[in-house]
């Protein structure tokens, strides 16, 4: 795990804070290099996505994830609201946020895996042969702000 963690900071300090562009290798360097440059691009794409849901929920519900689709279903009390899918506000939940079904296709679900959670309750997460589900639920009176990190690593 702290490898993995290491692996991740340093793609993002490589591609996520602009190294990259402070160090480019020139058009000489990477004729001579193709090696190490397929290696920096297999490297990159090895990541695992990083997918965050936020929002605010009063209640109990889960969000479905298969390749094609993601929904949610709700349980209990209130619907939550101010919902971000991806850094993306997802207020229609019986339609798939726009994107997930090219991002879905190339992700192995059955091995995604929550890395940071952030709520007052429970939020968990449990595979199915499809991907997997995400349970949210806020049994404490009145809402509270929940958020998650979920990697998924690529096909």
């Given at each position: 795990m702290k490898t993995f963690f290491q692996v991740a900071l340093l793609a993002m300090t490589?591609?996520?804070?602009?190294l990259a562009d402070e160090f480019p290798l020139s058009r000489e360097q990477s004729s001579k290099q193709p090696e190490a440059v397929e290696a920096f691009n297999a490297a990159a794409a090895a990541q695992?996505?990083?997918?965050?849901?936020?929002?605010?929920?009063?209640?109990?519900?889960?969000?479905v994830f298969t390749r094609k689709h993601v929904r949610y279903e709700h349980r209990h009390w209130a619907r939550p609201h101010h919902l971000l899918f991806d850094?993306?506000?997802w207020e229609q939940f019986d339609q798939t946020p726009a994107g997930w079904k090219h991002t879905g296709q190339h992700l192995d679900l059955t091995r995604a895996r929550i890395v940071q959670r952030n709520g007052r309750d429970m939020i968990a997460l449990e595979r199915t042969p499809d991907g997997f589900d995400l349970y949210l639920s806020d049994s404490p009176n009145g809402a509270a702000e929940y958020s998650?990190?979920?990697a998924i690593p690529r096909r």
């Open positions: 490589v591609t996520g804070w602009g695992p996505k990083l997918l965050r849901i936020s929002g605010i929920v009063d209640g109990s519900g889960r969000v850094g993306e506000p998650v990190t979920i």
